[in-house]
């Protein structure tokens, strides 16, 4: 089956350092998607790529889709505290259109 | 302003005891997922239903755990006989297919199994 992998598994930064985190699925996907998880809250949905080698931009948060469609990646410039959480990638199968596998996440810690 | 309810937020149960997690998807959202996030797992597909129908529950444990959706208003996720293994943050999310992907997630339920 599908299986979406991130790195790191965790990283430590102190604020004002830079953050990346990356996803890479065994298939490709029709889209990939992020999201941000707070300690002990829910995931929350911050964006969405669908065209192969798409780049979109939040504020200081950077995110791109692969050429192949089978990687993606979050780059956050400037790291601030509310930065905190985890960050998961997750991508629908082009084959199955609806089934949404996350990957296992990224844990970013920011010391001020 | 709309949102995925889950219910209980938390649930303290003794090994073996039955338990019934509950969640109601945003109203006109077709598509619904249920999810358990582990430590060590991530966060883990345990079901999904399109439209009230079971698409996939090849996630899920078949001997103890059932997914069913009543109506387009309820979704449930049983447990019987739960297990301290079973301990975990469970996590509904709906979509509303045709329109995006975007899933939005409930609050989840802790669970912890004594």
């Known amino acids: 089956g599908q299986q979406v992998m991130q790195i790191p598994q965790y990283q430590h930064v102190q604020e004002g350092e830079d953050f990346t985190t990356y996803c890479n699925s065994s298939t490709t996907l029709s889209n990939i998607q992020w999201y941000k998880q707070r300690p002990g809250g829910h995931p929350v949905f911050l964006i969405q790529l669908v065209k192969s080698g798409e780049v979109k931009k939040q504020k200081r948060l950077t995110f791109q889709f692969g050429e192949a469609k089978k990687n993606s990646s979050l780059h956050i410039t400037a790291t601030q505290t509310t930065d905190v959480g985890t960050y998961f990638c997750?991508?629908?199968?082009?084959?199955?259109?609806?089934?949404?596998?996350f990957g296992e996440g990224t844990q970013l810690t920011v010391n001020p | 302003d709309a949102r995925v309810t889950q219910t209980p937020r938390d649930k303290v149960t003794e090994m073996g005891q039955e338990v019934t997690m509950r969640c109601q998807p945003i109203?006109?959202?077709?598509?619904v997922f249920w999810y358990r996030q582990t430590m060590m797992q991530g966060l883990e597909l345990l079901a999904y239903f399109r439209n009230r129908a079971p698409l996939d529950d090849s996630g899920m444990p078949k001997d103890r755990f059932s997914a069913e959706m009543p109506d387009a208003t309820l979704a449930t996720l049983k447990i019987q006989p739960s297990e301290p293994r079973d301990s975990a943050v469970y996590f509904c999310?709906?979509?509303?297919?045709?329109?995006?992907?975007?899933?939005?997630f409930g609050q989840g339920t802790r669970l912890t199994v004594v």
């Open positions: 109203l006109g959202h077709n598509t």
């Open positions: 997750a991508g629908p199968q082009e084959t199955s259109g609806s089934r949404l596998t």
């Open positions: 999310a709906s979509v509303r297919q045709g329109v995006g992907t975007e899933a939005f």
